[in-house]
């Protein structure tokens, strides 16, 4: 499982705005076209199983359907998530888990561990892509759940979203 950047950037940027938080410059929102950038990864690894993007419910929401229709088990690893230390903080401040903060220029991608380095010299080599990362993978060991594998060793459940995202962004 391939992400394509920094996870949160969007949603802690527009309620940071919207609710007058003083946060650095260098967090901004993380609009952007991958139109571009998909067909250049389609076209070096066609045989990509699934490419969404990880917008309301973020990257929790998309992992948790595609686990759930795909039926498979999904491992991430919390040290390769891509979290900027100023979204980190955000979190940390207002309770928020980036796994399920919206963004507006990531996706997620799911293709065989034999593409995964083609995939990521071709996200590498272009400004949506370059910090692009594996941050886990599929497994039938728990068909329909994805599980985190924390810093200090242990596995948590990243559930679906309950309801909306409070506050609502968009």
Request: glycine share 10%; charged share 20%; net charge neutral.
């Amino acid at each position: 499982i391939i992400v394509s950047g920094y996870l949160g950037d969007h949603a802690a940027a527009i309620m940071a705005l919207r609710h007058k938080l003083q946060l650095p410059d260098t967090l901004k929102s993380d609009c952007a076209p991958l139109n571009k950038l998909v067909a250049k990864i389609l076209k070096a690894a066609p045989g990509i199983a699934v490419l969404r993007d990880a917008t309301r419910g973020g990257a929790a929401a998309v992992l948790n359907e595609i686990a759930g229709q795909a039926g498979v088990g999904m491992l991430i690893d919390e040290e390769c998530l891509p979290v900027r230390r100023e979204v980190r903080g955000f979190c940390d401040i207002l309770g928020f888990d980036p796994m399920y903060l919206a963004n507006e220029g990531k996706m997620l991608i799911f293709a065989n561990k034999a593409d995964t380095a083609k995939i990521l010299a071709v996200m590498h080599a272009d400004e949506y892509g370059k910090n692009a990362c594996v941050i886990g993978s599929t497994n039938d060991t728990a068909p329909g759940e994805v599980g985190l594998r924390t810093n200090i060793g242990g596995i948590r459940i990243i559930d679906m979203p309950a309801g909306e995202q409070i506050p609502r962004i968009c």
